[in-house]
């Protein structure tokens, strides 16, 4: 093998390279110096920042500190007053004869500075302390930390002072003025210290550069020297130079970074192939530009990127950023860029370099094990179960919210306990441990699906009704990593299962049974009335004047009456009686083994305890009564229907007799048969309601002795379709309606009937001759606060103009409503409509009324009219109300007139109007006529 040079090249090359070598080697040794002079230099000013920012950061947080008294704001100034006060350690270490090395390193450490800076700053600190270019900034960092320290001292002593509690106002405020002054003298010397360095900073800058040059200047002379030997070697320098960059290509070709140079002076940028295919760029796009670049960033993170940007290029921070790109073709890529910048000699940055790594599928994987955990941790904080979750060892790790309510234990207190400490389970038939339970869960590895009758025993004392279950958690492999534990509190449920089964029972006002358990209880009495021929009696009670105490004093008095009454009545009944409360102010008692003769002398003793008591509200004293229906099971099977109606029926009677007495049921009563006949023709109606059995007719109403005006005045007459689709007239089925509270529902039936009808009509053209169509109103309705609501509805939905409609309602139901009755008709004719006043002469005072009632029409009582020709008196009748109503400004009509006769007097009379089968007879009205001539098809 030749051997690599001979002894004379050898010792050619060492003479020639040896004094440029040496050389070098100053070169090398005065820029190392001057480098890490300026590195120390620069090490100080940039500790000077971080000691001025802590020293302003502390000042703030303890101005903070006296005004919130917060220990977290008295912890961020002890945490920036750290800065200064370490480096003041380190100082004080750097004056002694002899220092420790690691203290002063670590003053540095905990001041802010760099590691690798803080050799250099102790190098400098110990060898040109004593040189003029740092006397001055040294001087006046000496006086800095005398002021930190009397900073320290003021921040200790406030610190003291609020500890204590409620400090006065005065002290606080002495304190932040101290603290002030403090401030206000150390910012001046930041700006000295700065400023001096600076300038100390700059002489070195100049006494080194002017060595630089001298070197330089004889390393020139030297290369001109040696410059042909350069030449001859300069080949060779370009082929290594070639191989270089080939080498470089090809590492940037095979690495899946995607590194990027930037030029700042220049602003130009390149990519390396990677990271142009990375962005979705060929090269058929042209050169990249800084611009595109930034514009490759997602617009919400561009201004993050520009910040750490920024901060590595003039605070020399890390440069290691995530962020998200938008490649060419839209798609959107999380990369991780690692950058590192050059600067020039005054600082500048000139250059940065860096790479792009695609982290997309790590940021999808950690978002999705985010949301995944999030989703677990909100789920398991949200759920009403206890859940627990034990490592291998079996001690505790978590426990959710409802956990912690449950044992009585905090997830705190808790964790790294075992089991047993915090959850004693104990059978709740035995009240012992159940001994193989949490061996199961910890050691066997088996879940437990469901434990139920479990009690746990809280560190309290208290006992919690319990279900437990228990699972093993395992990894991807299978093996077993934990255990999760779900305990389910059924107290609750236990006691709501029992309210609610109290609540379906129980009249939630009196305490008492409700009807419901009451029908049950009577229908176990009558199978034993039926098989044991045991005797009972049902009693049916319903408070009288009860409406009085409950219009006048309010529903709270009403309440409390029921209340009282309701104690009263069990206090009168045996043991083994059953009383409850059906609704309102009615009460069922059920009296088992009870004799006929005992049972009408309890009933009795029930209503004379109510008569004897006075019922006394706000000072005021009331008398109530009660009606009693009687009935006596005794062998005869009855339905629960049959026997709950015959007794409400004895009661109605004893109310209809007088009130405050006792009716017994009998099968011969031809009185409750009446009231049977009439709950019977409830059912019909309110079947004819359901299935639309109603149907209206029209009479005719003419006018009397002069030309009618244009349009025709009829009144609407209801009739009732029964089973076979006969017609039943009104006098058979209105009495129960009205005696059942039925007649609103059939008004209203009406009501929106003519409407509809009449909208119909209008819009086949049949309905512009119409100037009066009548409709009854009962009592009932007139006195309904909703049902003139409802008129009002139906205007709105049909449009009808309300000069055509007349309400006719009857004199007895207006007097016995009469403020209700005159609201009605103030509200009603203030819209247009009209008002007939029906039936009038029958009552005592209808004159009396009759000026205080707005209505159009008096409607004189048939009665009357039909034996005026025979009877004086009525025919006096007749013309007396004619007169009164024309003096009070009312048109008269005259109902019953049967005859021309009769037709022809009320003509002489000057009655306005005549209505009856003289005038002509009902006939079928609106949808009326088509269902009629249907059924009759």
Known sequence: MKRFWTMDGGVRWIKVTLPFLAIVLLMVGVLG??????????????????????QKEAVFHLNQYALTQAEADYRKALQALAVPMGDRRARDELDKPVPDLHVVRQGFLDGGNHSGDIDGVISLYRNFKNFSLLEEPLKIWQIGNDLIEELNVEAGRLHAVIAA?????????????????????????????????????????????????????????????????????????????????????????????????????????????????LLGYTLEDGEP????????????????????????????????????????????RWVRSCAQSTSDASGQPVRMAGSFTDITARKRSEEQLYAAKERAQVTLESIGEAVITLGTDGLVEYLNPTAEILTRWTLASARGL?????????????????????????????????????????????????????EPIRNLSGE??????????????????????????????????????????????MITSRDQQRHHAVLYLDL?????????????????????????????????????RLGGDEFGVLLENCPAEYA?????????????????????????????????????????????SAVDAACYLAKEKGRNRVHEYRLDDSELSIRHGEMEWITRINEALVTDRFCLFSQEI?????????????EILLRMLDKDDNLVLPMVFIPAAERYNLMPAIDRWVVSTVFASLAEMHQHGQGQEIQSCAINLSGASIGDNNFLKFVQEQHVKYDIAPQIICFEITETSAIANFAKAAHFIQELRSAGYRFALDDFGVGMSSFAYLKNLPVDFIKIDGGFVKDMLDSPTDYAMVEAINKIGHVMGKQTIAEFAVNERIIATLTEIGVDFAQGYGIGRPRAFGAGARKILLKAS
């Open 544 to 580: 009288d004047q009860f409406k009085v105490v409950n219009d006048t004093c309010g529903h709270a008095a009403g309440d409390e009456l029921i209340r009282q009454i309701s104690v009263l009545l069990k206090q009168r009944l045996r043991d083994t009686d059953t009383i409850a």
């Open 600 to 644: 009408l002398r309890i009933a009795e003793g029930l209503r004379q305890t109510v008569a004897d008591f006075q019922f006394v509200w706000s000072s005021r004293p009331f008398t109530i009564g009660v009606s009693i229906g009687l009935i006596n099971l005794a062998g005869e099977m009855h339905t629960l229907g049959q026997i709950m």
């Open 33 to 54: 110096f001057s480098m890490s002079i300026l590195s120390s230099v620069r090490a100080l000013v940039g500790g000077e920042s971080l000691w001025s920012k802590a």
């Open 480 to 525: 077993t990593i934990g255990t999760v534990l779900v305990l389910h509190d059924v107290s609750k449920e236990r006691e709501y299962a029992a309210r609610l089964s109290y609540q379906a029972s129980h009249d939630e006002l009196t305490g008492l049974i409700n009807r419901r358990e009451f029908e049950r209880r009577l229908t176990v009495a």
């Open 165 to 277: 509690g409620k400090p006065e106002p005065s002290t606080l405020t002495d304190s932040i003025a101290r603290i002030s002054t403090i401030d206000a003298r150390l910012t001046p010397l930041e700006l000295r210290f700065s400023a001096s360095l600076g300038e100390s900073s700059r002489q070195v800058q100049r006494l080194l550069l002017f060595a630089v040059l001298t070197i330089a200047i004889g390393l020139t002379i030297f290369g001109s020297w040696i410059a042909r030997y350069i030449l001859t070697k300069s080949d060779a320098f370009e082929e290594a130079l070639r191989i270089s960059q080939e080498r470089l290509h090809l590492a940037m070709l095979g690495s899946n970074d995607g590194l990027w140079d930037w030029d700042i002076k220049a602003d130009n940028i390149y990519y390396s192939p990677r990271l142009t295919e």
């Open 418 to 470: 075992p089991l047993a400490k915090i959850l004693n389970v104990v059978g709740e038939a035995s009240g012992s441990r159940i001994p193989d339970l949490l061996h199961r869960i910890l050691d066997s590895g088996d879940p437990i699906d469901r434990e139920t009758n479990l009690l746990l025993v809280c560190s309290d004392g208290s006992e919690v009704a319990v279900n437990l279950s228990a």
């Open 289 to 332: 530009t800084p611009v595109q670049f930034l514009s490759c960033i997602y617009p919400s993170d561009l201004a993050s990127v520009r910040e750490k940007l920024n901060a590595h290029l003039y605070d020399n921070s890390p440069c290691d950023i995530e962020f998200r790109i938008v490649t060419k073709s839209g798609d959107l």
């Open 702 to 714: 003419a006018a009397l002795g002069k030309p009618s005006k244009h349009g025709s005045h009829f």
